[in-house]
């Protein structure tokens, strides 16, 4: 019981005024407020009303949310500007202030003040914000939304295909959820908006080595610099990374080609007229882009086909490590665009290259963008009797 | 007592039949009475084009043309006659037989024509038992549903994708694959040009009036069939025709129409025609290949540069290969075209810029790929495929192609397929080892005939066997061929399902008919113009559903209610017909964001229409002749086939590698079978009508019928020849069937040739023009309907398309007794 006994002497021995325990007490004490201050301060810029203090705020993201049902609903629920923009976390949420004094910078500035400079910032912005939501898979989102929680049987069958499969992945909801509370930016040379809310911009991060499917058609530049186009990469076609540089990478398309002409056009396969890519005159006849080897007549034609491989730079987005999202956006785009009229053939009706003939003799009906277009015809050609011998 | 008899002893002692009522008063009495009282000026449109509709008294009283309309089609005149019909399905009607006994019904009764009236429920549940009863015994191989045609306009009510959605959520069936119009021309385009070429936006008119020398009508009369178009038609082409005929008059463009008959359009431009027998087209078109080889006009650099197979067609030719050449001479014989202007058009065609604009007449007929592909070959050796103002078009005649396209996106439609994940009641896709796509004119075929084999474009074909069929707004019994054939099939058809307005011949020869409203009682959105894409048209509903029609939308809402709990629900995704109008425009402004203004949806249905402008001229083929290379065709080669070898190595006997002669099984003018009987029958797109859409219209119809029965154009020294002079009544027959027709002798006809236009009603009575009897084989057709006559046969092994126009006739006066005219009436009622 002796060391108790001190202890207790330790505490109540009188220090030069205050006995250590009184200091103690009053540090915890002080702490208690100081850290409430703290806290209420923090919480202060945490509400909605700090943040559309800001003119900037108010009158452009706030108004924008306004019209979404993350503000206004049948249950009255509503997000507030921190509920997303904010990690819940204590220790994210530290980081995330410290970086807000970027915000307090812009204020400061009058960096986005006005509709023109917050739009000329939007894209800056909702990129930073994406990829805070991706890195977290967005945690924002799933304190609210959980996957688990979802009932399936109340959702459209299309919405059920679509959140299933990103349940199976706990995929990031901001993957296919962009512009849910704010107007999209302009995506600039984004093409295909529809698609590419479905597909994605792309993996950050392309490994050496590794193989992947283009999500746009993409031009194809001498080097990693330049911007001398030198060609095009179709859409959903397999490249492999040999080199990655800033953002452009070196990639390897293989592939067969017609002998006639500069041999510019790559194509899926021997003797299929499924696009790959094309090359302009002068990168086709560069020294060193393209690598050939055996060469073969197509009996259905009588042309010379040469076995290929072009190696090229490309920009590192739009670069998808997956095919299928394409071909289910294919899909649905087909069945739904080319029933309008008639029924739509089953792609497997008709083989690789009869499909580019009866697909280009019906487009003049169909509503679908030139992106959208090469890949419902890439996907049929894909999908067609020449691979799925399952018709007739 | 024969059969007949028997059954007028039935319809007399054990069923009450019904007397049929009066028609128009109290047709717009009735329709008055549960009408919406507000009156005024409404928007709405058809194939026939945008109109204005009146609403007085809570009935149509007027329809004018669209204010952008320039070159209305005087169909419009028909409209509110389509309404108002006495061939109006009232109310949901089973065959008296199929009531009784189902399906062991008496199939040899059906087309007799007697019904019995049921309610909505009862016929539904009817419907939905049958199909339960095929899916069980037969699966999908015994039901076809896939027989579709032209619909009324509206995305969102279209009556094929709603029947289709709605038999899909129960089972699988058979479907098709091709059209009637273009069936050959679609399949052996793709292997010469690389694309359907029919469907396809061609050179824009601006263009072809500005750099044109001479343009060649190839069986082609844009004039009348430009009437109409698969949407809302602007009639923008007429302009360019205005514009053209001055041309002409100033003698800037040479415009030739080789034709066996004198067109519509060569009428209205006083253009300059050459005539060609009938079938003849490919001995024409060799023996100027021939002549521009002898003589050297053709271009050896575009054949070198952009083609493919010359070097294998030109021993065929000059006749190596079958030691026949094919000189002015050779054709002469078999064509009807003298040497000296085969010669003299071959140079014609050469001399400077050409555009060749073939019809679809040439194509629906045995061998129709032929001169399709040699017309290509033609424009080949001239070497102008993708110059402004040259090259070769198929279809300048359709839906306004030539019409710049505005380039707005167009709004999607209520969906034909199921949704994803949807599951159905039946779910089996075991076809018995049989296909479940077979080519569109085979269907009859594909009956009479189950398991058989064919060959069709590189695959091979097995017959389902068909025992139940689904149509809706759609009547095989216009555009399919040999009606007493169809009734052999027909009788071994279980049950036969028909979703229609009017009582169409489909509907006589159906077991359970559903009325549904026209594009007048409901509310929709079109596009207006197909290719132009003008813009969006409002369809105003004008009055409420006459009788028990209801809307397409609506019969399947409560067909897909009886396939289980929540599936009315499904079909519909919940929304209801403003709803899904509101997302469609709203998808559709979404779409064209930053490009095509469009307000609200409700500014928008208030205004009636939005207009996208106009479109840039265009030139089929330019950026392939600019760099063949980066953008070739989608021909296996990606150049013009002019010997295909993929079509080769299918090794058909009727469609061989290179375009080819071939002799038909029936042709005029010394042609076989000419002997017996020498008349070429023309069944021709009708020029006041869409297909057989608007024959039912009384009014309209009286103001070109002679006698009551469909023209039949006859020449005047075949005419005189068989004592016959316009307003006569004529039986024109084969050994196929017979029908009769009402006299118009004219000089436009050239001798061995009648034309009857297809879409006229069939009316069968019986074989001598007795009231009864029109079920049975060997009718005579009282109204005049050429594929009565017509045969049935597919073009060859590759598009086993119809070949409508190999099709020889006899005509006499009509000498026995009158039949009443029977396809308009609709059917006798009969009590239970």
């Given at each position: 019981m002796r060391w108790l006994l001190n202890i207790w002497r330790t505490l109540t021995k009188p220090a030069k005024y205050l006995t250590l325990g009184t200091i103690s007490l009053s540090a915890f004490l002080m702490g208690i407020i100081f850290w409430g201050g703290f806290h209420t301060a923090l919480e202060a810029t945490n509400t909605e009303e700090f943040c559309i203090s800001c003119h900037g705020m108010e009158s452009m993201p706030y108004q924008e949310l306004k019209k979404t049902v993350h503000f206004s609903n049948s249950s009255g629920v509503r997000a507030t500007c921190p509920d997303c923009h904010v990690p819940h976390a204590f220790g994210p949420k530290m980081a995330r202030k410290l970086e807000a004094s970027h915000d307090v910078y812009g204020w400061l500035f009058n960096t986005i003040n006005t509709p023109e400079k917050y739009n000329a910032k939007r894209l800056e912005m909702a990129s930073r914000e994406w990829k805070r939501f991706d890195q977290n898979k967005s945690l924002a989102c799933k304190n609210c939304h959980q996957y688990e929680s979802m009932k399936w049987d109340s959702m459209s069958k299309l919405a059920q295909k679509q959140m299933k499969r990103a349940a199976e992945t706990d995929q990031?909801?901001?993957?296919?959820?962009?512009g849910i509370a704010h107007t999209l930016p302009d995506m600039g040379t984004a093409r295909a908006p529809e698609l590419i809310a479905e597909v994605g911009r792309g993996v950050s991060g392309l490994q050496v080595g590794q193989t992947y499917f283009s999500a746009l058609t993409k031009p194809l530049f001498f080097?990693?610099?330049?911007?001398?186009?030198?060609g095009t990469l179709n859409i959903a076609t397999k490249v492999k990374i040999l080199e990655v540089k800033g953002n452009r990478a070196k990639i390897g398309i293989d592939g067969w080609r017609k002998k006639i002409g500069a041999g510019r056009v790559i194509y899926y396969d021997f003797g299929l007229n499924i696009l790959s890519a094309q090359l302009t005159k002068d990168a086709a006849l560069e020294e060193g882009v393209i690598k050939t080897f055996e060469e073969k007549e197509d009996?259905?034609?009588?042309l010379i086909w040469q076995r290929v491989e072009a190696d090229i730079w490309t920009d590192s987005d739009y670069l998808l490590s997956d095919l299928q999202p394409l071909w289910d956006y294919a899909q649905s785009t087909y069945d739904t665009s080319c029933s309008v009229c008639h029924t739509q053939p089953a792609p497997a009706h008709f083989d690789a290259n009869t499909w580019p003939g009866m697909f280009q003799g019906m487009i003049s009906f169909v509503n679908m963008d030139q992106d959208t277009q090469a890949l419902v015809q890439k996907y049929l050609q894909e999908h067609s009797s020449t691979f799925d011998k399952s018709a007739h | 007592m024969n059969r007949r008899d028997f059954l007028k002893g039935l319809v007399g002692t054990s069923y009450v039949v019904l007397s049929g009522s009066s028609v128009l008063a109290p047709l717009n009495a009735l329709a008055a009475s549960g009408a919406d009282a507000s009156d005024g000026w409404l928007t709405t449109g058809s194939h026939m084009g945008a109109f204005k509709m009146k609403r007085k008294n809570g009935v149509i009283s007027e329809v004018i043309p669209f204010d952008t309309d320039m070159y209305p089609t005087d169909m419009i005149n028909g409209i509110k006659g389509l309404v108002y019909?006495?061939?109006?399905?009232?109310y949901p009607m089973v065959r008296l037989d199929f009531l009784l006994k189902g399906h062991q019904s008496d199939t040899k009764q059906r087309g007799d024509f007697r019904f019995v009236r049921v309610t909505w429920d009862k016929a539904l549940g009817l419907f939905k038992d049958s199909l339960d009863l095929i899916q069980t015994k037969y699966g999908p191989s015994g039901l076809h549903a896939g027989q579709t045609g032209w619909r009324a306009t509206g995305q969102l009510h279209s009556c094929t994708s709603h029947m289709q959605r709605a038999v899909a959520m129960h089972g699988n069936f058979v479907k098709k694959v091709g059209d009637y119009s273009t069936g050959a021309g679609q399949t052996i385009l793709p292997y010469v040009l690389g694309s359907t070429e029919v469907y396809a936006q061609g050179t824009s008119w601006s263009l072809i009036l500005e750099h044109s020398k001479t343009i060649i009508l190839w069986s082609n009369d844009p004039y009348k069939n430009l009437q109409v178009g698969w949407n809302a038609e602007t009639h923008e082409s007429y302009a360019y025709l205005a514009q053209l005929k001055e041309k002409v008059a100033k003698g800037e463009i040479r415009v030739i129409s080789i034709d066996p008959v004198v067109s519509k359009t060569q009428q209205y431009l006083g253009c300059e025609h050459l005539y060609i027998n009938p079938q003849t087209d490919v001995p024409f078109m060799l023996a100027i290949a021939h002549e521009m080889v002898e003589k050297n006009l053709l271009d050896n650099e575009f054949i070198e540069g952009y083609s493919l197979g010359f070097d294998k067609f030109l021993p065929y030719l000059q006749g190596q290969t079958d030691g026949v050449e094919k000189t002015p001479e050779w054709a002469s014989k078999i064509c009807g075209v003298s040497p000296e202007v085969i010669r003299d058009f071959a140079k014609v065609l050469t001399k400077d810029r050409t555009q060749i604009l073939m019809g679809w007449c040439v194509q629906r007929q045995q061998h129709g790929e032929q001169p399709y592909w040699m017309s290509a070959v033609l424009a080949t050796m001239i070497g102008q495929i993708g110059l402004p103002g040259g090259g070769i078009s198929y279809g300048h005649h359709y839906s306004g192609i030539g019409v710049p396209s505005s380039g707005a996106a167009a709004p999607g439609a209520f969906p034909r397929n199921l949704d994803d994940g949807q599951k159905q009641l039946f779910d089996s896709t075991d076809f018995n080892g049989a296909s479940s796509v077979i080519p569109v004119a085979r269907w009859i075929d594909s009956i009479l005939e189950p398991g058989k084999t064919i060959d069709a474009n590189g695959s091979k074909i097995t017959y389902p066997d068909i025992k139940m069929m689904v149509f809706s707004g759609n009547n095989p019994w216009n555009h399919h061929q040999d009606r007493n054939r169809m009734k052999e099939a027909f009788f071994k058809l279980e049950c036969i399902v028909s979703i229609d307005m009017n009582w169409t011949a489909a509907c006589r020869f159906s077991d359970i008919v559903l009325p549904a409203c026209t594009t007048f009682e409901r509310n929709d959105i079109d596009i207006y113009g197909s290719y132009a894409n003008r813009g969006l048209l409002a369809m105003q509903k004008m009055v409420e559903p006459l009788f028990e029609s209801l809307s397409d939308f609506e019969i399947f809402t409560r067909f897909a209610a009886l396939l289980g709990e929540g599936k009315a629900q499904e079909y519909t995704r919940g929304m209801n017909e403003h709803q899904w109008l509101e997302m469609l425009y709203n998808d559709c402004k979404a779409s064209n964001e930053g490009k095509f203004e469009m307000p609200s949806f409700e500014e928008f249905w208030k205004a009636g229409y939005v207009y996208f402008g106009e479109g840039k001229p265009w030139v089929r083929h330019q950026a392939f002749r600019d760099d063949p290379e980066i953008n070739p065709l989608g021909t296996p080669s990606g150049l013009i086939e002019i010997f295909s070898r993929k079509i080769a190595h299918y090794e058909y006997d009727d469609c061989p590698g290179h375009p080819t002669w071939m002799e038909k099984v029936e042709r005029s003018h010394g042609g076989p079978g000419s002997k017996k009987h020498p008349i070429w029958l023309q069944s021709c797109h009708p020029d006041k009508r869409l297909h057989s859409q608007m024959c039912e219209s009384t009014e309209f119809r009286e103001t070109y019928t002679v006698k009551g029965r469909e023209p039949v154009y006859l020449n005047p020294e075949d005419a005189k020849k068989r004592g016959i002079k316009s307003g006569d009544i004529v039986r024109v027959f084969n050994d196929r069937g017979q029908l009769l027709a009402g006299a118009v002798v004219s000089d436009k006809f050239p001798q061995g040739i009648i034309r009857i236009q297809e879409g006229a009603w069939y009316g069968p009575v019986g074989k001598d023009g007795s009231k009864e009897g029109g079920a049975e084989i060997g009718a005579l057709d009282s109204y005049g309907d050429p594929n009565t006559l017509t045969l049935d046969i597919g073009t060859s092994k590759l598009a086993q398309a119809c070949s409508a126009y190999t099709c020889l006739v006899d005509y006499e006066k009509y000498q026995g007794k009158v039949p009443a005219?029977?396809?308009?009436?609709?059917p006798i009622e009969i009590a239970l």
């Open positions: 990031s909801c901001i993957d296919c959820h962009k080097n990693d610099k330049t911007d001398v186009e030198a009996p259905m034609t009588g | 019909n006495e061939s109006r399905i009232r005219v029977s396809s308009f009436s609709g």
